[in-house]
């Protein structure tokens, strides 16, 4: 069946950077484009990131741009997330999600059990 | 303004209606989609594409759109449907994914 484990989290301190795995596995990434959505203590669910299926665009929020870079690497069947410069405000659960159709964005079918990342001094 | 207004919260007694609005200005041709999210557990679809449901999904859930609003209806409302509700899109002028900030429904 499908599933999406994420890794990687951490604490880092400000200004630091870490590096977010997806997992993929009883689907192939090369068929599904992917997203990255984040949810802060307390805070409702934000949008991160997506990657086409072939990598050709990427779309990113607002507030990670120059920041954050997702990647896929569909032979490992993973896609990425390299988040630089962090701040505090990037403290958040963060999870991957699957598209429910090919060639779509949203609406998500399957999701992560999260990473989190915690940007502390 | 970009983002997706709910109401935090919807208290229904069992049997009745409960209705979870979400707002967007110019919400347009969008496609709005709602989940369910209990604790503990990941977001399930409820409705997407404003009206259509994924299988497995009651009937008793349905979605409807009118002018800038969305609304997910919830009918025959039972202790199991009580979790947070939230909306999402997909914004095609911004390029951003949008979500609701939730709403909780209690089921009283």
């Known amino acids: 069946q499908v599933q999406l484990v994420e890794s990687g989290g951490g604490v880092v301190q400000p200004g630091g950077s870490l590096r977010l795995s997806c997992a993929a596995s009883g689907f192939s990434l090369r068929t599904f484009g992917m997203n990255w959505v984040r949810q802060a203590p307390g805070k409702g669910l934000e949008w991160v990131a997506f990657m086409r299926k072939d990598g050709s665009y990427e779309y990113y929020t607002d507030s990670v741009k120059g920041r954050f870079t997702i990647s896929r690497d569909n032979s490992k069947n993973t896609i990425y997330l390299q988040m630089n410069s962090l701040g505090t405000a990037d403290t958040a659960i963060y999870f991957c999600?699957?598209?429910?159709?090919?060639?779509?964005?949203?609406?998500?079918?399957?999701w992560g059990q999260g990473t989190l990342v915690t940007v502390s001094s | 303004s970009n983002m997706l207004t709910q109401p935090p919260s919807v208290s229904v007694a069992p049997g009745q209606t409960a209705s979870i609005t979400c707002e967007l200005n110019?919400?347009?041709?969008?496609?709005v989609h709602w989940y369910q999210r209990k604790p503990g557990q990941a977001p399930i679809v409820v409705v997407y594409d404003d009206i259509d449901r994924p299988s497995g999904i009651p009937e008793r859930f349905s979605g409807s759109t009118s002018g800038n609003r969305a609304t997910l209806t919830i009918s025959r409302v039972e202790a199991g449907d009580e979790a947070d509700y939230f909306c999402q899109l997909w914004d095609n002028s911004l390029y951003h994914v949008l979500f609701g900030g939730g709403t909780k429904l209690t089921v009283l």
């Open positions: 110019n919400i347009g041709s969008r496609s």
């Open positions: 999600a699957r598209p429910l159709e090919e060639d779509r964005i949203v609406p998500f079918d399957f």
